[in-house]
């Protein structure tokens, strides 16, 4: 059975840092991209960022230069490191791979 489970989510203020975690089991993590999206209240969901099985990441431009994808194939787990948190990146975090989703971890940027 595949499982995503994300973590690490909470309430932060605006230019504080957190992680979030995503655990994987069922597949082979260590030969799958993994992504996460990020769905603010009223927004669509949109691509956040993404680490190939080679490490090779990449951002979208609203997160570029403040938040860091990584992976731990042998703990079959991803990060996302966010730091310089903004009001504008609350939404509820989602990882993404072998074409299945977690259930999301909500993030919080308010005073």
């Known amino acids: 059975q595949v499982q995503l489970v994300e973590s690490g989510g909470g309430l932060v203020q605006p230019g504080g840092s957190l992680r979030l975690s995503c655990a994987a089991s069922?597949?082979?993590?260590?030969?799958?991209?993994v992504m996460w999206y990020r769905q603010a209240p009223g927004k669509e969901r949109e691509w956040v960022a993404a680490i190939t099985r080679r490490h090779v990441t990449n951002y979208a431009d609203s997160v570029k230069g403040r938040f860091t994808i990584s992976r731990d194939n042998a703990k079959n787990t991803a990060y996302l490191q966010m730091s310089s948190l903004e009001p504008e990146d609350t939404a509820i975090y989602y990882c993404?791979?072998?074409?299945?989703w977690g259930q999301g971890t909500q993030v919080t940027v308010s005073s």
């Open positions: 069922g597949f082979p993590f260590d030969v799958y991209t």
């Open positions: 993404y791979s072998y074409d299945s």
